[in-house]
């Protein structure tokens, strides 16, 4: 440095305007005016004061506590307003500093030498956060918000029949349809529609007629009276309920309208846009009945509204492996290796109680029942979702859907997105992505849609429920000890948690993946059968994610409790979508709750 230049005490701030609760960085550098000159603010301390500002006097000793270079300012308890800085440099006594004749011969920027104080201030100021300023602003001038204009659509109608038939296969409704034919209580059988031999008393007491009772009558109620083959017409109608996922309080006679608008006349009856366009691709659409392939009725124009993914939320909740677990022990197997305790042992059915002979005959139709590995093929198949276990072993399947959990989530996450900026009136959501992942999602559930799909999830569901209903009665209840005072929503799952307990299973609760089942079933059945592939607008897609936000909320809350992935969360890298398949994070999860 030479005798000729000037020594500068320079104050930088970042930010230099900041929101109320952000930190302020103050920097005080000195150094020469040549850029060669050095840096020499290690050769002082520092002062630091605020001459400005509200209440400026005493917010020194709070700010500023060191006399570093450096001072990081908490705008916590500070006033929105402007505020000065002031920064005075002194020389460090004995500081390693140029020598005494060069240094009298430097001018200091207030004309004095080396070891004078140099002085620096600036101007900073603080501001409210975005709400507060924009409160403010409302408060000072006012403000009108344009509600976004809802558009009701057609497709609305398909919404509502289709809660109102998922809703009549509910368990309850399930089991109030069985014990009436099981047990006589409110309704006699319908020889006909059941078609099985006669009811004679001794004819049930045993062998196998008991349990082909039991499975005749299920297949009757899921395909005869839950099937939703006809879609044409609206029975159960809750006007409040639809109001509160509408947006906009309808009758029942307008919904039906609209869904009438909505099912395109086809061959025979009102079908779905979706399947007539597949009909008119294979050159279906316009053939009368006698001139079908095969048959007047081969072209099936409803099928039936199931969705493999309740059966696999409940394979994955342990449903299954709780009745075969029972089934073993009724066999005198152990379910556990030889040298460990049977948590089973106790289980003794006596001949008296209808269960021993209904077991009997569910066993004796084993060879007759879905086995976990064809289930497992089609979970590929149709979502790309595998299970894990023994029993699965290595599967070789020829397709597996690898790319609809990566769809599916992006789009619940996106959902939860449109639901968190919904909350801002100041916000409205662009849909539009919405609708291209609905269309991503659609058209992956049609790939899957062939081979096993026509009958597979039906038998599925039958078989399940029937383990349902055999885990829900009586004597199951006595050996298992459920807890009573658990308000479960059905009366077969305190069951299936206290054989989770007695095995060891991951510990939660099969109400959970039961939420995962039902929610999951209707929002894929809301897209499945929509015709998203001729929508193009977007208020469409905006109309579905607002009907369906219970179900997706619970789906996603579910899933949280299940996995312990949060689908609602920012992902590390916008780009990524977490696909870790399910079963992998059950997997760890009950390998961190052993350890």
């Known amino acids: 440095m030479t005798n000729d230049s000037v020594l500068k005490l320079k104050l930088v701030a970042d930010p ?13 550098i000195v150094q020469g005016d040549d850029p060669g000159d050095g840096d020499y603010t290690d050769a002082y301390d520092f002062e630091w004061n605020v001459t400005a500002g509200p209440e400026h006097e005493e917010l020194k000793p709070e700010l500023f506590k060191t ?48 070891t004078t104080p140099l002085v620096a201030d600036m101007e900073i100021r603080v501001q409210g956060a975005a709400q507060d300023v924009l409160a403010d602003q409302i408060l000072k001038e006012g403000m009108s918000v344009t509600a976004r204009t809802l558009v009701p659509s057609a497709d609305q109608g398909l919404w509502i029949k289709i809660r109102e038939c998922l809703k009549g296969r509910r368990f309850g409704e399930y089991k109030e349809f069985i014990d009436g034919i ?13 078609g099985v031999m006669r009811r004679e008393r001794c004819a049930y007491q045993h062998g196998v007629n008991g349990y082909q009772l039991l499975k005749a009558a299920t297949e009757v109620y899921l395909l005869c009276h839950a099937c939703c083959g006809d879609l044409s017409y609206i029975r159960d109608f809750d006007r409040d309920e639809e109001h509160s996922r509408l947006g906009y309080r309808p009758s029942r006679e307008e919904m039906q309208e609209r869904l009438t608008d909505y099912l395109n006349g086809s061959v025979s009856s009102p079908t779905l846009p979706y399947l007539n366009k597949i009909l008119d691709n294979l050159n279906l659409l316009d053939m009368k009945p006698d001139a079908y392939p095969y048959c007047g009725d081969s072209v099936r124009g409803q099928p039936c509204l199931f969705e493999l993914i309740w059966s696999y939320w409940h394979e994955e909740g342990m449903l299954m492996q709780t009745i075969n677990a029972i089934t073993l022990r009724f066999q005198n197997r152990r379910v556990r290796p030889n040298g460990e305790p049977d948590p089973l042992a106790n289980l003794a059915l006596d001949p008296l109680r209808p269960l021993n002979n209904l077991l009997w005959g569910y066993l004796q139709d084993t060879h007759q029942r879905l086995t976990v590995a064809r289930r497992a093929y089609e979970y590929e198949h149709e979502y790309g979702l595998r299970i894990v276990g023994k029993a699965v072993g290595d599967l070789q399947p020829v397709e597996r859907r690898t790319r609809f959990l990566e769809a599916f989530h992006a789009l619940l996450h996106a959902a939860a997105v449109f639901y968190h900026d919904e909350q801002n009136r100041m916000v409205q959501p662009d849909p539009f992505p919405i609708l291209e992942k609905i269309r991503a999602v659609h058209m992956l559930l ?3 849609a062939h081979n096993q799909f026509g009958d597979l999830p039906s038998t599925a569901r039958m078989e399940m429920m029937i383990a349902q209903w055999l885990i829900s009665q009586p004597p199951m209840r006595e050996f298992l000890q459920s807890r009573a005072m658990v308000p479960y929503g059905e009366p077969w799952m305190g069951q299936v948690d206290a054989m989770r307990k007695l095995m060891g299973w991951p510990d939660v609760s099969i109400s959970y993946f039961s939420r995962l089942a039902y929610d999951g079933e209707m929002i894929l059945l809301s897209i499945r059968y929509g015709h998203w592939t001729d929508v193009s607008d977007a208020k469409q897609a905006e109309n579905w994610i607002r009907y369906w936000r219970p179900e997706i909320q ?12 949060d689908l609602a969360a920012k992902p590390r890298r916008p780009e990524r979508i977490d696909t870790t398949q399910p079963s992998v994070l059950l997997q760890r999860r009950s390998t961190r709750s052993a350890s």
């Open 16 to 28: 230099e305007v900041a929101y109320r609760g952000d930190t302020i960085e103050l920097t005080a």
């Open 67 to 114: 006399s570093d270079a450096k001072q990081f300012v908490r705008t916590d308890n500070m006033a929105i307003a402007s505020y000065t800085i002031e920064v005075t440099a002194t020389p460090k006594r004995g500081a390693d500093a140029p020598d005494d004749s060069a240094a009298r011969g430097r001018r200091t920027r207030r004309g004095g030498d080396a």
């Open 182 to 194: 099981m047990c006589g209580d409110k309704r006699t059988p319908n020889y006909e529609e059941i």
């Open 446 to 448: 049609a790939e899957g």
């Open 554 to 565: 619970g789906y996603i809350e579910a899933y949280r409790t299940v996995t312990g992935a």
